[in-house]
Nanobody
Framework: QVQLVESGGGLVQAGGSLRLSCAAS????????MGWFRQAPGKEREFVAA???????TSADSMKGRFTISRDNPKNTVYLQMNSLKPEDTAVYYC???????????????????WGQGTQVTVSS
């Protein structure tokens, strides 16, 4: 069992930056693939980025160059650095953990067994 708690969301102006954090409980954090997803009002939850225990990562094409995922295994924490934020980045951002190591599966919501409660990010124009 893994519990995930996100933090760092808030209100920011377009062009600004935020860093989200996700703190995980449990001693097996380093074994999981960790992902970030987001959900805007009226839209499906979409993949943002994911990172495996070695630090290999991938991100959605629309966010490459602006969003960076990283993790600190000793601290049981995964981060999402978001730069050059746009109003369309407004959403609830969720952290998730997966046992599935195949990279091709990282974008799929149903491959993640554990989810945090989400943190709101609002970007004003």
């Amino acid at each position: 069992q893994v519990q995930l708690v996100e933090s760092g969301g808030g209100l920011v102006q377009a062009g600004g930056s935020l860093r989200l954090s996700c703190a995980a409980s449990g001693r097996t954090f380093s074994s999981y693939v960790m992902g970030w997803f987001r959900q805007a009002p009226g839209k499906e939850r979409e993949f943002v980025a994911a990172i495996d225990r070695s630090g290999s990562f991938t991100s959605a094409d629309s966010m490459k160059g602006r969003f960076t995922i990283s993790r600190d295994n000793p601290k049981n924490t995964v981060y999402l650095q978001m730069n050059s934020l746009k109003p369309e980045d407004t959403a609830v951002y969720y952290c998730a953990a997966s046992w599935v190591l195949q990279r091709a599966s990282w974008v799929a919501r149903d491959q993640y067994a554990y989810w945090g409660q989400g943190t709101q990010v609002t970007v004003s124009s």
